[in-house]
């Protein structure tokens, strides 16, 4: 059973920084490409970051310079590193994996970016 649980979400300032982890079980972590996707309210949800198991990283333009997406295979943990946060960054942030063709995802941690 795959299970992706997100963490270190929370309520930051305009310019802050977060880092959030997701803890993946039930895969192979190292061969899996892992994602970061977020979901606005009232918006769709949308690519925010990837990394595959070796190669290079693919971010979306809007977090291009701001975000890192990481992982630690020992861990089985994949991050995502952001910064100079901006209002418009507030979203539900969700881990994203594929296995067997399924998609799976994690419940999601809450960022807000405000004053």
């Known amino acids: 059973q795959v299970q992706l649980v997100e963490s270190g979400g929370g309520l930051v300032q305009p310019g802050g920084s977060l880092r959030l982890s997701c803890a993946a079980s039930?895969?192979?972590?190292?061969?899996?490409?892992m994602g970061w996707f977020r979901q606005a309210p009232g918006k769709q949800r949308e690519l925010v970051a990837t990394?595959?198991?070796?190669?290079?990283?693919n971010y979306a333009d809007s977090v291009k310079g701001r975000f890192t997406i990481s992982r630690d295979n020992a861990k089985n943990t994949v991050y995502l590193q952001m910064n100079n946060l901006k209002p418009e960054d507030t979203a539900t942030y969700y881990c994203?994996?594929?296995?067997?063709?399924?998609?799976?995802w994690g419940k999601g941690t809450l960022v807000t970016v405000s004053s």
């Open positions: 994203n994996t594929v296995r067997g063709g399924l998609e799976f």
């Open positions: 990394i595959p198991s070796g190669g290079s990283t």
């Open positions: 039930g895969i192979i972590f190292s061969i899996h490409t």
